[in-house]
């Protein structure tokens, strides 16, 4: 008898892609899609139900179709789409909606949602490789990252309450790729990428098919706990504009700040929408548990999924075109003050 | 070393050589096409641009003189414990370059956070291989095999006044003793003389520094009468020191939890510092000398 999966989030972000993958697996019997919205692309096999908040066709679904297995991507493309961008208070309000239906499935056996590494927050202090244990609530002060803290509390809370269900928490790194986008991935684009002066803050990227594939391998595996999940080896925010050719302009964190909220209401996304402390700090996890618990090991490192990520986009204006260049002209007024040095 | 493999070839062309690196590392760096570790080290910044910025501040303005660097083991983790003086920790600076320089390994601060809070300071000291001195982060570097460097007096050390120099201070209870017993990682003191008095720290302005919420203010005979001038160190005569390892992989990882081995490791560790000290001074002489 194979499982019945419903997965949440289904019309952003990598959720269209994991929901069909699900679909295609032997495991699985059937796949129900929900979200907000309507997909933009193809499902394929998977049952697509649009679901608004505060209806009850989440726990319907759940009830009728004997859902046994749930993956949660909350907030959809934004949370999956990379856990960089505040995730609105209404997603919060949704996943605990989602985990109260559960509560009352007989059926449910398992719940895998997917965090973000900026549970952790970005601080001055703080060490360089966060554990999974390492989440402090008031660390966070006023930030959206608490919205995550929240709701994973939500889903530990339901998991004391239902210790027959398995549940896989798995905190994503700042996704890359040549498809998904996130916030991160928008900031990086623009063609003069703001930066906080002084500050080089330190990044991890997961690639796009190691998140499906950590996600998939959580839907239908029997693993239960909480797992950091990005690729190994860190990057400097400089090194990543370095690669990506993309020149930057250094702003005092006040002005950038400043800038940043003048753009949210211009509705320009993507510009600046970086929370100063991320952008001056970054962080790194652990992935001890990862490879070692969970029983997984990412295809691509952090600059391997970056890599893959700047081939995607087009050479900004620093691109190594223009440093080939660059260097050829130095060369050849070396050589030629050589040649009168003879 | 280089002339010498091949000795014959011209002046010309081992200029031409030289530029033809720096182009290349130059391109390294414009390109991205580096890599920093997971605490933010920048082998390639630190070997081709930091260290060699450095050499001439160790070799001729504070003539450091290296005793003991047969005792930095060669591989494998270990804990360096050393005095904290000077105002500004450039002695923690001076020391991880007579590291490189010995060894070749990259001795690994554990700065306090102040440090990382600082614009261009903290991102150049993760470049240069420091990190926030936090039980997690020493145990982590430890379990890696990294030489991690420590000045557990802190802003106690750093801080004092040049009446006070060479005394050395209560050591903190960071728990940086215990992170190397757990590890099994030998703890190498070391002694820095000379840095005292590179910025003799004769006041502070304490309601300045509270205002900007730093340790203190300070006021040499220098600074700030003498405004960006005093900011320049006075060239005293360093030595630097490494004393004999102290193992600690006897004891076994949950001896780490035992508070009175580990204080009478950290004050086994103080006391070597505090008799080379004497020692070391008594070996210099005079300060500018």
Not at chain 1, 57 to 76: F, P, Q
Not at chain 1, 117 to 124: E, N
Not at chain 2, 203 to 210: P, Q, Y
Request: net charge negative.
């Amino acid at each position: 008898m194979g499982r019945v999966v419903l997965v949440t989030g289904v019309s952003r972000g990598l959720g269209g892609t994991l929901a069909r993958r699900l679909a295609g697996s032997p495991d699985v019997e059937r796949v129900i899609g929900v979200d907000v919205v309507s997909p933009d692309e193809d499902l394929g096999d998977v049952l697509f139900r649009l679901a608004e908040q505060g209806d009850a066709v989440v726990s319907e679904i759940i009830e009728t179709e004997g859902v046994d297995t749930i993956v949660h991507l909350a907030g959809g493309a934004r949370w999956l789409g990379g856990g960089l961008a505040s995730i609105d208070r209404s997603s919060v309000a949704g996943s605990l909606e989602l985990l109260r239906a559960c509560q009352q499935a007989p059926d449910v056996r398992r719940v895998v949602m997917a965090s973000s590494t900026r549970v952790y927050g970005s601080t001055h202090r703080d060490p360089a490789m966060f554990t999974e244990d390492m989440v402090t609530r008031d660390r966070l002060g006023a930030s959206s990252a608490r919205d995550y803290v929240e709701v994973e509390e939500a889903l530990r809370r339901f998991a004391g309450r239902r210790p027959d269900v398995d549940v896989t928490v798995l905190r994503l790194a700042n996704l890359a790729g040549p498809t998904v986008e996130t916030a991160l991935t928008r900031h990086l684009q623009l063609p003069l990428v703001p930066t906080v002066l002084g500050f080089d803050p330190r990044l991890q990227f997961l690639h796009e098919e190691d998140a499906l594939a950590a996600l998939g391998q959580a839907a239908l595996g029997d693993a239960e706990g909480t797992y950091n999940v990005s690729g190994h080896g860190a990057m400097m925010l400089s090194q990543a504009l370095r690669r990506l050719g993309r020149p930057s302009v250094p702003l005092p964190g006040r002005a950038l700040s400043r800038l940043g909220s003048a753009s949210a209401r211009m509705r320009r996304s993507g510009v600046c929408s970086e929370p100063i402390a991320f952008l001056s700090y970054g962080g790194c996890v652990d992935t001890t548990a990862m490879r070692l618990v969970f029983g997984f090991e990412p295809a691509f490192t952090t600059a391997q999924a970056f890599d893959d990520f700047a081939r995607s986009v087009s050479p900004g204006a620093l691109g190594a075109e223009r440093v080939a260049a660059v260097e050829e002209r130095i060369r050849s007024v070396v050589m030629a003050a050589g040649a009168d040095g003879r | 070393m280089a002339a010498d493999v091949d000795g014959d070839i011209d002046g010309m062309s081992r200029s031409a050589r030289r530029l033809e690196e720096a182009v290349l590392f130059l391109r390294g760096r414009l390109a991205g096409e580096y890599e920093v570790d997971d605490f933010g080290l920048d082998t390639d910044l630190a070997e081709r641009i930091l260290f060699p910025a450095l050499r001439p501040l160790a070799d001729t303005w504070f003539r450091i003189e290296v005793q003991g660097a047969e005792n930095l083991p060669v591989d494998g983790g270990a804990l360096v414990m050393s005095n904290h003086s000077g105002t500004v920790p450039l002695d923690a600076v001076m020391t991880a370059f007579v590291v490189h320089d010995r060894t070749g390994r990259f001795l690994r601060p554990l700065g306090a956070d102040l440090v990382f809070r600082l614009p261009f300071v903290g991102s150049l000291a993760r470049k240069g291989g420091a990190t926030v001195a936090s039980g997690s982060d020493a145990v982590r570097m430890l379990t890696r095999g990294e030489l991690v460097g420590v000045w557990p007096e802190g802003y106690q050390g750093l801080g004092k006044r040049f009446s006070q120099r060479y005394r050395v201070q209560r050591f903190g209870r960071d728990g940086h003793v215990s992170a190397a017993v757990r590890t099994g990682a030998p703890i190498v003191p070391c002694s820095v003389v000379g840095a005292e008095e590179i910025y003799p720290l004769v006041g502070d302005v304490a309601w300045l520094a509270r205002l900007l919420g730093l340790p203190y203010v300070p006021i040499t005979p220098l600074f700030p009468w003498f405004g960006v001038l005093g900011l320049v160190p006075l060239p005293s005569k360093w030595l630097i020191g490494f004393g004999e390892p102290i193992a600690t992989d006897s004891y076994g990882a949950a001896a780490a939890d035992d508070l009175d081995l580990v204080l009478e490791l950290t004050e086994q560790v103080r006391d070597t510092i505090g008799r080379t000290l004497v020692d070391l001074r008594r070996q210099r002489g005079d300060a500018l000398g």
